[in-house]
């Protein structure tokens, strides 16, 4: 059974840094395109990043691009999003998601088949 964990939310002060781990099971990360989602209250959820299974090369969203970073622990099967610079709109709760599909043009939720839960992040001003 595939599965995704999202852990290491919390609360950060703006300018600060959190780092998410996404920790899978029942797959291998390398076999699949990794997105990172988010969703404030009231809005879409809406893409962060995606990491190519073809060539590892990774998608940032403008809104996050140069403060937001991913990498992955292929022993572990785990992929992070080391999150510096935070903003309070980057305040959501934040998915990891898992595609079959070898490549990512744009993180696009419609295109993943399985989530996870969820982590809170929470950025004061």
């Known amino acids: 059974e595939v599965q995704l964990a999202e852990s290491g939310g919390g609360l950060a002060q703006t300018g600060g840094s959190l780092t998410l781990s996404c920790t899978t099971s029942?797959?291998?990360?390398?076999?699949?395109?990794i997105g990172w989602f988010r969703q404030a209250p009231g809005k879409e959820r809406e893409g962060v990043s995606c990491?190519?299974?073809?060539?590892?090369?990774?998608y940032y969203e403008d809104s996050v691009q140069g403060r937001f970073t991913v990498s992955k622990d292929y022993t572990k099967n785990t992929v992070y999003l080391q999150m510096n610079s935070l903003k309070p709109e980057d305040t959501a709760i934040y998915y990891c998601a898992a595609d079959p599909s070898p490549y990512c043009f744009r993180p696009n939720p419609p295109l993943y088949d399985y989530w996870g839960q969820g982590t809170q992040v929470t950025v004061s001003s």
């Open positions: 029942g797959f291998t990360i390398v076999n699949y395109t």
């Open positions: 990491t190519a299974s073809s060539d590892e090369k990774t």
